[in-house]
């Protein structure tokens, strides 16, 4: 697995299917305490096979991660949100 950050955003690389939960979590996670702090959620997104970008993002509420599959309009998407119970914040 590799990361590499920008301001606000993680983009994740692995190389198995084992590898992506605890990778996404790792980065969604790095991501928390300033989604907290601007009062936004996290974006996470396929960007390709292996590769994706977690992100803050105003259009997601506080307390909520959304998970994408393909960045592109006319792509076919799957959108998931999620809360974790009984932990506030992200």
């Known amino acids: ?3 590499h950050a920008a301001p606000g955003c993680l983009v994740v690389a692995v190389h198995t299917r ?3 939960d605890a990778a996404l ?3 969604v996670d790095l991501l928390k305490p300033a989604a907290m702090a601007e009062h936004v959620g996290i974006s996470v ?3 390709a ?3 994706y970008e977690a992100r803050l993002d105003s259009d997601v509420p506080r ?3 959304l998970e994408r599959w393909g960045a592109g309009r006319d792509e076919r998407t799957a959108e ?3 809360r974790r119970a009984g932990r506030p914040g992200v």
Do not use: I, N
Request: aromatic residues 0%.
């Open 80 to 82: 998931r949100s999620r």
């Open 18 to 20: 084992k590898e992506l």
């Open 1 to 3: 697995m590799t990361m």
């Open 49 to 51: 096979p292996g590769r």
């Open 25 to 27: 979590d790792e980065a």
């Open 63 to 65: 307390g909520v991660t």
């Open 45 to 47: 997104t396929r960007l």
